[in-house]
């Protein structure tokens, strides 16, 4: 009989294969925005921080932000089995967003957090707000 749970060991293996960059998000985006002409530096560290996109001239960074891990107000969910333990997980993974942008932003850095449902109803749009910001194109008001 399947009761639609999981072992830990099912668990543990569907949380080790996800994957921390390089998502599908990730590279729509960057594929987008290098079309666009736009170059950028991956894995760029700043601080204690890494970026997913950085633009060191124009001291931008970008991050993705999963839905779930970062707290989506439209589409994020709590797990119902440790409850407790995902709160706390996911609670934390916000405040430290907060925190790296405070950081960034006093040390001079612009910072754009897109939402990965953003970028799966249009990466080009996402891709030309990031121009946008870096002055290489006027943003749409769509």
Avoid at 89 to 103: A, S
Avoid at 104 to 111: F, Q
Wanted: charge should be positive; glycine fraction near 8%.
């Amino acid at each position: 009989m399947v009761t639609g749970l999981q072992t830990s060991e099912q668990r543990r293996r569907m949380m080790s294969g996800i994957k921390g960059r390089d998502t599908v998000p990730e590279l729509s985006l960057r594929r987008e925005v290098w079309a666009l002409g736009l170059r950028y530096r991956l894995q760029y560290q700043i601080g204690r921080t890494r970026p997913d996109m950085v633009f060191v001239g124009a001291k931008l960074v970008v991050f993705v932000d999963g839905c779930f891990w970062h707290g989506c107000p439209l589409h994020s969910t709590m797990p119902k089995n440790n409850r407790e333990f995902w709160e706390r997980k996911l609670r934390r993974n916000r405040e430290r967003d907060t925190e790296n942008t405070q950081q960034l932003e006093a040390e001079g850095w612009r910072v754009l957090r897109i939402w990965e449902h953003e970028i799966r109803a249009s990466a080009a749009n996402c891709a030309r707000r990031i121009a946008a910001m870096l002055g290489k194109i006027k943003e749409s008001t769509e």
